[in-house]
């Protein structure tokens, strides 16, 4: 009979308040917010695994299909930040208490008005191709990134990258950018190796520097197999091997965990979640301080173009229903896109609350203005956000509003949310530690009609002006106070439909060793997982 099974969830910790020392990153920690793998409802300290063993491999699932292995031209969501983390490294990363620090980098520190960040490199680093990582390399992966459509105009503040020394380089900004150091700690910091950042071949190339390495092209469709990096940098790996499979039905993905077909998997399916909590013969960690899922609305025609289309949404949506019919009654209420235990959230957010009656006045207020009645399309993926949807058009029906559904696979749905392709797309998104990681997706400036990152075309006077100030200072104070007004300037706008926090599952067959590290140091933001080196497998286990 197998053990029953453990579930690893940490208790909420206080906010991560002390500067972060010169050996890291920024001269304040700029972010703060819950542990990572927080739950606030469910909470259980880590069991002793025991001593890990070197070998053997393992075979993981996640929910999509990767767009590309290459991290500079790839759109990617939480399932290829986990594949990647294993073939690539971050100029910085995370530690359990969310602040920065130093990875391929050995500091990452502005100068006193962050309009010239100077990165210095580790001296002992070389990419899976045997070239080193030097600053010529981190200085080809930022100009690269610079051009990538769309993604690219992330960094259109970045003015000039120069290389100083062997093992330095400037990046200099056209105005201050305080937070530039979080995005090396995400896909921006993923280090690429330059022989593969061009070239017919490019995303199906994966050359870093992490602890496993892509000897293939990779073949979407096809599994991902990466063997044990050898000369790796850092920590050895224990597993000689991982294959990465997609698995995109998610009770085929569960189902594929318990008859042995796979030996781990990434999940956002509530009732598998909520069942490997007591399934024997299988871990599980949790981590619900992460993303937000919401229905988001186009703002930029019609019928959302119109303030009281929106409020008829909002006021006609039971996000309780939602998390209990969708949500295993598991996940935590959101109305912004930060929990309780955030550093950001504001007590007072100005989201509306459910109320039937407000939304039919709305409803028939839009009808009396524009003479055409409320209905729209609303676009989805496959899978838990498909079922969501459902919930929302019975919801929003019960109020006089008309709205059909349509459903892609992922690299689909995600090709019509970047070309704002959408009236109302059911989404996922904000799993930042720093609000300034999400500038793209909500300053006016990158609202760009048919097309543009801000995917909602979400204009507003007083969020422009929260985001730029906070960008602008280096006193954390300020841009605490900042953010939280810029919560309540987004909601004034009614952009998105809040629905939940996701509690995202890690589950394992409890051969595989090293979740509380994934843990600890979370799993489910949209950062690398620097905790890969740390699974292991019990291989005397069949």
């Given at each position: ?54 070998g ?13 292995i ?114 090396l ?26 602890p496993f ?65 007591s ?9 619900a ?60 957010s ?12 709305a ?13 729209f ?66 300053h ?7 097309g ?68 600890r ?8 997982k ?13």
């Amino acid at each position: 009979m197998h053990a029953r099974a453990r579930r690893f969830v940490l208790a909420p910790i206080g906010l991560a308040g002390a500067l972060i020392g010169a050996a890291a990153c920024s001269p304040d920690d700029g972010g703060g917010g819950a542990a990572p793998g927080t739950n606030a409802v469910n909470q259980a300290a880590p069991t002793d695994e025991g001593a890990p063993t070197d070998g053997g491999t393992i075979t993981v699932a996640v929910g999509a299909e990767l767009d590309g292995i290459n991290p500079v031209p790839a759109r990617w969501s939480l399932e290829g930040n986990t594949v990647g983390s294993a073939i690539f490294d971050t100029l910085l990363t995370f530690d359990e208490d969310r602040n920065l620090v130093p990875r391929l980098a050995t500091s990452v520190t502005p100068n006193d008005d962050a309009t010239v960040w100077t990165i210095t490199l580790r001296d002992d680093v070389r990419f899976h191709d045997g070239t080193p990582l030097d600053a010529e390399a981190v200085k080809a992966n930022i100009e690269a990134r610079k051009a990538v459509p769309i993604a690219g105009t992330a960094l259109k503040q970045v003015s000039e990258v120069v290389v100083t020394s062997p093992t330095t380089l400037e990046v200099r900004m056209t105005s201050p950018w305080y937070g530039y150091d979080y995005t090396l700690a995400a896909q921006g910091g993923y280090m690429v190796a330059p022989s593969s950042l061009e070239g017919p071949d490019a995303a199906r190339t994966a050359v870093g520097t992490g602890p496993f390495r892509l000897d293939d092209l990779y073949q979407p469709g096809q599994p991902i197999v990466v063997t044990r990096n050898e000369d790796y940098w850092g920590e050895r790996p224990h597993l000689d091997g991982i294959e990465f499979v997609a698995i995109v039905d998610p009770d085929s993905r569960s189902n594929a965990l318990r008859t042995g077909d796979v030996d781990m998997i990434l999940t956002n399916d509530a009732a598998s979640v909520v069942d490997f909590r007591s399934s024997d013969g299988i871990e599980q960690v949790e981590d619900a301080a992460a993303e937000e899922t919401f229905a988001m609305l186009n703002l930029s025609a019609p019928p959302f173009d119109n303030p009281n289309a929106r409020a008829a949404l909002a006021y006609g949506t039971d996000r309780a229903a939602v998390n209990e019919i969708n949500g295993a009654g598991i996940q935590v209420d959101a109305n912004q896109p930060y929990t309780e235990t955030e550093r950001y959230w504001v007590a007072e957010s100005g989201y509306p609350d459910y109320d039937p009656a407000k939304a039919s006045e709305a409803v028939a207020a839009y009808e009396s203005e524009t003479g055409q009645p409320l209905q729209f399309t609303i676009s989805t993926g496959i899978g838990a956000q498909s079922s969501e949807a459902e919930t929302l058009q019975q919801q929003w029906s019960a109020v006089g509003i008309d709205a059909e559904i349509e459903v892609f696979d992922q690299t689909a749905f995600l090709a019509k949310v970047f070309a704002g392709d959408f009236q109302v797309a059911m989404f996922r998104n904000f799993a930042y530690v720093n609000p300034d990681s999400n500038y793209i997706f909500w300053h006016s400036s990158y609202a760009a009609d048919g097309g543009g990152i801000n995917f909602g075309k979400l204009r507003s006077d007083g969020v422009d002006s929260a985001l730029e100030t906070a960008r602008k200072t280096p006193d954390e104070a300020t841009r605490e106070a900042e953010y939280q007004k810029l919560v309540q300037a987004i909601n004034a706008e009614l952009p998105y439909i809040w629905l939940y926090h996701v509690d995202w599952g890690l589950a394992a067959d409890e051969k595989v060793g090293g979740l509380p590290a994934a843990q600890r140091l979370g799993f489910a933001r949209q950062d690398a997982k620097p905790w890969w080196t740390e699974i292991w497998v019990d291989q005397s286990q069949p």
